[in-house]
């Protein structure tokens, strides 16, 4: 047990910062960024591209994706491909459980892939490939990626690629040279960070499945997360995940926009670039509270 989650009569922490499907809230943008992806696998497109900043939930929603694809749908899930010509190769068939042995050239190993996507077309399985954190991809990679969806047969592609990333992967894409991949990319989205009251909503639904059947977070203490992480899940996780241990340790039943200063103005909530912005909130609260 957590905590606090017996002192809050919950039963889960409902603030984790690993990704769990189980706690997606569907906001409206992930909502638009889960039909785009669906979109993308329903209707066979070469590629589809999802970005986002950090923290604002994409893994979590390739998690769902994958718990949700159809059993005809072969699926390798790969993250921080890193390496030069022939390792993204060997990274792809280990991917998708399929031996790359050392001894083996890229001419070996590519027509081990491209046996393999047959094989799998015969069987009536489509492949998907999905690139996680795919900002750190090299330009070199991405053009090998694009060799990889030139395998067809007939009229059918036989792989898809998924690629999600940091907002800087749209600007990769989007540069001179890489013109013939961008033209591939047949569906995408960017997930940008929740306003106000999808912050207020958010963190309502994750004290609800953890078990909350009263609410624990006052609505101005909720603006405030919201100023302070920009509205980034992730962020918005880790600092309510702080002011409900604040508030244990005082003995209260609710976290207050008080509660939630002092934990910025302790320096606990390191929230990347976002906690940048901290020492402005405060000001902001120390103003409003003078007038």
């Not at 329903?42 to 718990?67: D, M, Q």
């Not at 390798?76 to 050239?105: E, F």
């Not at 890229?106 to 690139?131: H, M, N, P, T």
């Not at 990889?148 to 989007?174: A, C, H, M, W, Y």
Request: aromatic letters at 8%; glycine letters at 6%; charged letters at 20%.
């Amino acid at each position: 047990m957590d905590i606090y989650t017996e002192y809050f009569q919950l039963t889960e922490r409902p603030f984790s910062l690993v990704p769990d499907p189980d706690f997606l809230y569907w906001s409206p943008l992930h909502l638009r960024a889960f039909s785009m992806l669906e979109y993308g696998v329903l209707t066979r497109a070469p590629i589809t591209l999802i970005t986002g900043e950090v923290g604002a939930g994409k893994t979590t929603l390739l998690h769902h994706l994958l718990k949700s694809v159809e059993e005809d749908v072969t699926i390798g899930m790969i993250s921080n491909a890193h390496g030069d010509r022939g390792d993204l190769l060997r990274w792809t068939l280990l991917a998708l459980s399929q031996p790359a042995p050392a001894t083996s050239d890229y001419v070996q190993l590519f027509a081990d892939f491209q046996a393999f996507l047959i094989s799998e077309y015969a069987d009536g399985r489509r492949v998907i490939l999905i690139f996680d954190e795919a900002q750190n991809l090299t330009r070199e990679m991405l053009e090998e990626l694009r060799m990889f969806t030139n395998i067809n047969s007939n009229k059918d592609e036989l792989l898809q690629l998924i690629l999600v990333g940091q907002p800087e992967l749209r600007e990769i894409i989007s540069s001179p040279g890489l013109n013939q991949f961008a033209q591939r990319v047949a569906a995408n989205f960017h997930l940008s960070a929740m306003d106000a009251t999808m912050v207020r909503a958010y963190i309502s639904h994750r004290l609800e499945v953890a078990g909350a059947t009263r609410t624990i977070f006052q609505a101005p203490a909720c603006d405030l997360i919201h100023e302070a992480t920009g509205g980034v899940p992730r962020l918005v996780n880790q600092l309510c995940d702080l002011s409900m241990v604040y508030t244990f340790t005082k003995g209260l039943k609710q976290i207050s926009v008080t509660t939630v200063r002092q934990v910025l103005d302790d320096g606990v909530f390191f929230g990347g670039g976002q906690n940048r912005i901290a020492p402005l909130v405060l000001r902001q609260e120390q103003r409003r509270e003078a007038t």
